[in-house]
């Protein structure tokens, strides 16, 4: 519950008035920050057309929260609505993997669980690997073990949140190490004043409770995430009548993985090392992306910073990566990356982030 000249605003009471009563499809929405409005990719679209009507037409997800390989994973959906990304990773993770959907509001997650059976007929699944979870994400922890899951996910959803940074602690606490948090959500390129903040259709839309990238960068490093990776980031055009209500704050639309790995560094550090793409990840068989500054073209040795290894030999992606060097010299700073690209941050700068 927050205050503001003398007025109370209760996040959890308004999101859940926006998307149980004020919303009844996508096309109800009053801006385009809650819209996935960048082309989606072929592992998504291929599995889309496999979800139920219902489910699509109460999506309010700004973007691709989730990568391609997921087979055999167990994955926890924040804010998973009505489900539309819970069911398209149930079908990534296949039947030896496991999706939970975590969502508060009972007019979204009704009709979630309404199209379970039909979702799992539709994989060819003798028993569903998706379970939906009624509650609020701030008590996550009450249904989930500690180091239980190898990913999290969430689409336009964290800001929503009163209090984000004991929400993103206890994402940490829950990922095995090597696992990830890879989400979408909606930030700015300032703090917004109170009276922005409690609006209830700017919070409902999910510009009221957006962060400020830099103090989303700050509290992920506080709760143990020390290298957030962008991997996309679109500016989000505001309707003029919404414009003229937060005074020039510009807002994007980001997707950033967060990695659960000991030792990472706060910055990027250059210890001489090497690291080549093998090859024959879901994502592309000759190039795979890893955020918007690491692109690896099969065969072809890239120069990575020590927190760039950590992520290619201790998560789910060493089997397609070999690393040449290890960290017994150490080369100073890895230039353009790290604390240099963190303190360009704020300076609206559609690329800033780990630049190596
Ligand atoms: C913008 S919608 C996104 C829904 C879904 N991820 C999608 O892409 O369609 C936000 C969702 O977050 C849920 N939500 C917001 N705050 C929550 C909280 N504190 N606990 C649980 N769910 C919450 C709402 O009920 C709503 O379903």
Redesign the pocket.
């Known amino acids: 519950m927050s205050e503001s000249k003398g007025r109370t605003f209760d996040?959890?009471e308004n999101?859940?008035e926006y998307?149980?009563k004020e919303l009844t499809a996508t096309s109800d929405l009053r801006t385009t920050a809650?819209c996935t409005t960048e082309s989606i990719p072929a592992y998504v679209k291929e599995v889309l057309v496999e979800i139920h009507a219902e489910v699509l037409t109460?999506?309010?997800?700004c973007g691709t929260a989730f990568p391609p390989d997921l087979h055999g994973l167990r994955v926890l959906?924040l804010?998973?609505?009505?489900g539309?990304?819970s069911y398209v990773m149930s079908k990534l993770v296949g039947p030896e993997g496991f999706v939970f959907g975590?969502?508060?509001?009972t007019e979204?997650i009704d009709v979630a669980r309404r199209h379970q059976q039909h979702m799992a007929e539709k994989f060819g699944y003798d028993r569903s690997n998706v379970k939906f979870v009624q509650?609020?994400?701030?008590n996550m922890d009450q249904h989930f073990e500690a180091d239980s899951l190898d990913m999290v996910t969430?689409?336009?959803?964290i800001n929503?949140?009163e209090d984000k940074e004991p929400v993103l602690a206890k994402v940490h606490r829950l990922l095995r190490q090597g696992g990830e948090f890879y989400f979408s959500d909606v930030y700015v390129d300032r703090r917004l004043p109170d009276d922005v903040k409690i609006h209830p259709m700017l919070h409902g839309e999910?510009l009221g409770g957006a962060l400020y990238d830099g103090d989303f960068e700050r509290m992920a490093r506080n709760v143990g995430f020390p290298d957030p990776r962008l991997v996309s980031s679109r500016v989000i055009d505001l309707e003029p009548e919404v414009e003229a209500l937060v005074n020039n704050a510009v807002f994007t639309s980001r997707t950033y993985r967060l990695w659960k790995i000991e030792g990472m560094e706060e910055t990027c550090e250059d210890f001489g090392q090497v690291a080549i793409y093998n090859g024959g990840h879901p994502e592309g068989k000759d190039r795979y992306t890893l955020d918007k500054e690491h692109v690896f073209d099969r065969g072809r040795p890239e120069r990575v910073c020590g927190n760039t290894v950590k992520v290619l030999t201790e998560s789910r992606l060493a089997p397609f990566f070999t690393v040449h060097g290890d960290f017994s010299t150490h080369y100073g700073l890895f230039t353009g990356c790290g604390t240099e690209a963190f303190n360009r941050l704020g300076s609206n700068d559609d690329d800033a982030g780990c630049g190596c």
Request: one cysteine or more; proline letters at 0%; aromatic letters at 8%.
């Open positions: 996040a959890k999101a859940r998307y149980g809650c109460k999506y309010y997800g959906d804010g998973c609505g009505t539309r990304d975590l969502d508060m509001t979204q509650d609020v994400i701030e969430s689409n336009c959803v929503l949140l999910c």
